[in-house]
């Protein structure tokens, strides 16, 4: 049998900044979790004309859609961090009790969506701002 996790079974969990995020959020879909790293070119004559380039600052972003629902907490705390440019903590897990990033993070977008025959939403970009830990499993 295949070993693969699915998307539906990922969590997103939030909570108060400088705290590890523990309220799991559920009004969210179609979450992406992007991992990246700067680089530095390292490249000396030594090396047979192939260039060489080493990891530098790395850097992690979410972004996710919500259905906008003023009445839901997860949503509430999105957005008023977008609106107040204060942190939240999200912690991003590809199960339960699964492994990803716990860090506090910076709304950098919150743009809603009104499509005449889809529910409104809300599209979200988090960018890290304080890493804590990565997440191997509780």
Do not use: H
Not at 41 to 48: F, G, H, I, K, S
Not at 58 to 68: A, G, L
């Amino acid at each position: 049998m295949p070993n693969f996790a699915l998307g539906m079974n990922a969590k997103l969990y939030y909570g108060a900044a400088g705290n590890p995020a523990t309220t799991e959020m559920t009004n969210v879909r179609n979450v992406t979790l992007n991992l990246e790293a700067g680089e530095a070119d390292v490249t000396t004559r030594a090396n047979q004309g192939w260039r060489a380039t080493a990891p530098t600052l790395r850097e992690c972003s979410v972004e996710f859609e919500m259905v906008w629902d003023p009445a839901d907490a997860g949503f509430t705390a999105i957005k008023n961090a977008y609106l107040t440019a204060g942190l939240i903590a999200l912690k991003v897990l590809d199960k339960e009790g699964g492994q990803g990033p716990d860090g506090d993070f910076s709304i950098t977008s919150f743009s809603r969506s009104e499509e005449l025959e889809e529910a409104i939403t809300v599209s979200v970009t988090a960018k890290l701002a304080v890493y804590r830990t990565w997440v191997t499993g509780s």
